[in-house]
């Protein structure tokens, strides 16, 4: 008898311990577009409490890059929370070309889902498209699917994306009418919280004011001036300058506009401190997942660029917001019991004009002319027809009916367009799918082209264009390419099992989900990568 009591005993003691190697709740938060150099540029201007707060006590990993291309939101938010390149998890882009409908397709769409929160259908959304479990999924799976995944994001993909197929919800903005929606994939109707929180009007309560500096103008030394040539018009007054006038833009352009403003990074955090509060997330023994993606930065950085006041004050805003949720988080869950990350979806590319005009070499890709004069030079060297089925994300897709009709070899034809590409301006490689699929020299462009391209959906050649070079209107920026401007990101660790420190070796952004998968001790999402950040984690 006394033996079984201390064997119950030695039982107890071994999941008591083991329920202590758990954090509570995972915060995954993803700033969409962020280069790391917006960390130490506007460093002088953050708070204490938000990204050095999580910086001095945390894990920063500053030597952070994408492994693939393109660098684009849905693809890195797949990878995050997958581990895994879209060679696997399937999402090579926003949107891609599927050769079966011979039509294009949006990475999270679903014909089948329903709008929920909506009558519209910018709710018809689910995961269905990606091909791999994310930690989300794994989570579910460790706790027996008691444990929850939530995601939250102005964005429909970055919502979607990182809580996974078993996901209890993932909630985006409808940008006709400013509330947080979802679908049917999820849930029959909004909870009675959610519901609360549209039914408040927050958008329109933050855009009340317009959009106006925090600081003083003058003070924004670490930009160029407010009025430039390298940034879209957005306000009637004809130029890119604050304020902005958000009601006014808000009717005449949706709620789209008040997403390209900070505040649509302050809604995302206030509806995502509801969600901690009213799902009950951290409350249990079940390990829960709460992602949030402040897609706002990428919706700005796209309409002004990496050098604009519009991009600085929106960092130093997103420094309050993070240090708002930090000290929520604090106050509800404890720091000793959540683990938190953050990381971007993809850096940005500089303004071309503005580099071209101190001289950097760089320029815009004319897209349109490379297109006509390949279909040109095809129809002249294998004949007439439509060689081309699509060319989309510096990819082309080839007509392999056309080409089995004629006799024709499709590395001829694979040949004949490489052998063009690289005569046209702004080219610098290009790769055929079975070079793809082969070992290759290892540049940089070829190692992330294999980890980007699926067989299953991706394109039979890959352009890569010089660097700097963007297919873009020549105000604001993009991203997509293989070089550390659009691949460099901060990745930070913080709060349970994360140790305090600095790593300046290089690391890959699908180490992120083993990291978590060690320090949670879940298994790993099932393609995930296999090396988590050692120097990260806490060892017992």
């Not at 919502?159 to 509330?179: C, K, R, V």
């Not at 890569?464 to 390419?481: N, P, V």
């Amino acid at each position: 008898m006394r033996i079984l009591v201390f064997a119950l005993f030695l039982s107890a003691t071994s999941l008591h311990t083991f329920a202590q190697t758990q954090p509570k709740l995972v915060v995954g938060i993803v700033v969409d577009q962020m280069r790391m150099d917006y960390i130490y540029r506007y460093w002088d201007k953050y708070s204490e409490n938000g990204f050095k707060k999580l910086m001095n006590e945390g894990f920063t990993c500053k030597n952070a890059h994408y492994n693939y291309i393109p660098t684009y939101t849905g693809p890195g938010h797949a990878s995050i929370f997958t581990g895994a390149t879209p060679m696997n998890h399937g999402i090579i882009a926003n949107d891609w070309f599927d050769k079966a409908s011979d039509k294009s397709l949006y990475c999270v769409s679903d014909s089948l889902a329903k709008s929920v929160g909506t009558n519209n259908e910018q709710g018809k959304m689910s995961p269905s498209h990606l091909l791999a479990p994310t930690l989300g999924d794994a989570f579910k799976i460790s706790t027996q699917f008691r444990g929850k995944s939530i995601g939250v994001s102005i964005k429909d993909r970055a919502a979607i994306l990182p809580a996974g197929h078993s996901a209890d919800a993932a909630y985006w903005m409808d940008f006709e009418t400013g509330n947080f929606i979802t679908s049917n994939h999820y849930m029959n109707s909004l909870p009675k919280w959610a519901s609360r929180f549209n039914s408040e009007k927050h958008a329109d309560e933050l855009a009340k004011e317009g959009w106006q500096t925090l600081l003083a103008i003058e003070k924004y030394t670490e930009s160029t001036e407010d009025n430039t040539p390298y940034e879209k018009v957005y306000n009637k007054n004809g130029y890119p300058v604050f304020p902005y006038d958000l009601p006014q833009l808000i009717k005449d352009k949706s709620y789209y506009a008040f997403a390209n403003s900070p505040y649509g990074n302050t809604i995302v955090r206030q509806f995502a401190e509801q969600a901690i509060i009213n799902e009950d997330l951290g409350d249990d023994e079940f390990i829960d997942l709460l992602t949030i993606s402040f897609s706002s930065p990428d919706i700005i950085g796209h309409a002004f660029g990496p050098q604009s006041i519009e991009i600085e004050d929106t960092y130093i805003r997103l420094d309050l917001e993070v240090a708002q949720l930090i000290a929520s988080l604090n106050e509800r869950i404890g720091k000793e019991n959540y683990t938190l990350f953050l990381t971007a979806d993809h850096a940005a590319a500089q303004v071309p004009s503005y580099l071209k005009d101190h001289k950097i070499p760089t320029n815009y890709f004319e897209t349109d002319r490379f297109l006509e004069e390949l279909k040109a030079h095809l129809n002249s060297s294998l004949g007439q027809g439509r060689w081309l089925l699509n060319y989309s994300n510096q990819q082309i897709f080839l007509n392999h009916a056309l080409i089995a009709s004629k006799n024709l070899e499709t590395d001829l034809v694979l040949d004949e367009i490489k052998t063009f590409a690289l005569s046209f301006k702004g080219v610098a490689n290009a790769l055929s799918s079975s070079q793809l699929q082969h070992p290759l020299p290892s540049d940089q462009f070829a190692f992330m082209a294999q980890r980007g391209w699926n067989p299953l959906r991706s394109g039979d050649m890959v352009i890569q264009f010089l660097a700097g070079w963007m297919e873009y209107g020549h105000q604001g920026t993009t991203h997509g390419s293989s070089y550390n401007y659009d691949s460099h990101v901060p990745i930070i660790f913080y709060g349970f099992g994360i140790n305090q420190g600095v790593e300046l070796e290089p690391v890959e952004i699908t180490q992120i989900a083993p990291t978590i998968s060690i320090v949670t001790s879940t298994a790993f999402p099932m393609l995930s990568d296999h090396r988590p950040i050692s120097k990260a984690i806490i060892q017992p």
